[in-house]
């Protein structure tokens, strides 16, 4: 619909008195990226394209027709320019300068009310038509495949770098405004990340993802977190030092803006996740140790460390023996240091295995029969045929009526992020599924808890011979 016909004949000639007339050639630029902004536009004539000038070939992001506005949102908060703006074969163009018009609408209450309106609920069909380009998988304009994904990405990291800008110089007048307004910004792109790539291929995805987060990436580094797990030089993210920091739930960065995205990322369903498992996790391997008998407990994964020391109190008064399975020298090290106060009737054993072996059923170790098996974050990196595998091979460790115990993580609406902005991709399963996994495998008494967040803790009991 066109702008000016949602007013009153008079309010029309009263807009248009204050406006001036623009003429544009072919191709002709309107409005730069990163220009100051404020303005206000309709097109009266032709057609005007929104663009990224950034790629070559130049991406057509939007095609606005005649009667539509342009700039609306840097006049309502004189934000600099978010885009290129051109004619395609020519057009004409009413201009308002903001503060001519600002002025007539505050003279006028009546018409300042119903302009405001108007602009509002033009800015409202914008949002819900992103969201059903989104949905439906529909295209507009010249934009096709994967480029239509980057642009999007581009929109996307773009506003929440916008605001990221305006909060620093923020700091120092409000610094509690300013973290309000950085968990703003982080919690509406999280939402449009999940909104749009709901409505992209997998394959478009991964590009809309990987366009965001390359928009992003300063920030993100300035992120105790971000450092953690995107500067890693070797490993996967979920890595001991990156999930400690996640743990410890004490946000960390370079200087204040880097804190409060480290505090919103620690804040997130999937960080909450994996500190609420760990309680759930440490609780499982309670109820089912022995009280005073020699016990065998073996732990897959260096990560789980964390779980080890805050079980190590328990076991003072018991004997036996922990043994720990990892690819990583390193984490094998970090463990034998973590949990050097153990108990001295307590031994462990540090033993170094391909644990993508483990997952294949081709480990070369093996091991006395054991009375608990610890699994603890292993499972959100293999699909399920492998996590079948791998809970067969600890069933064949395990003794009769030996207990597992296996963390999982369920789906959560800040995969996106994960995926994308931390390059943390994790196996998410429903308590069914992870259920499905156990029983798979043979395991009998299975039972999965889940947490508030999307943390799950599945137990079972030793698997059945011959199944699985």
Known sequence: MDFLQRFTDRERERLLAVAQTIRLGRGQVLLRRGDP??????????????????SQPIIVLQVIGKGALVGEMAFLDDSPRSADVRSSEGATCQRWERRTLLKLLHDEPALGTRFFEMVARILAERIRDLGIVAATGLKTGAVRGSE???ALGREVGDAA????????????????LARVETLTALHNAQEAMLEIERGLSDVDAVEFGTAVARELHPYLMRSQLGELAIGRTSGHSGDSQTLEHVLSNRPEGDGPLGEFIDEWLLGLPTSRALRERRAFALQAVLDVLPPDAPVRILVLNAAASPTLVDLLPYMAHLRGEIICVDS???GLAEIDQKIAGRPRDLRLKLVREDLGAVCLGQAKSRFPPQNIMIIDGLLDYVPERLGVALLGWAGTQMAPAGRLIATGLAEANDDPVYRHLLSWPVVRRSRAGLSGLLQGAGYVDVRVWEAQSAGLVATGRSPVPGVG
């Open 37 to 54: 902004g404020g303005d206000l536009y309709r097109v009266e004539e032709g057609e005007i394209e929104v663009i990224d000038s950034r």
């Open 148 to 150: 239509h994904a980057v």
């Open 161 to 176: 770098r916008n605001r990221f800008m305006e909060v620093e110089p923020l700091i120092r007048r409000d610094k509690a």
């Open 328 to 330: 990583s020298l390193e």
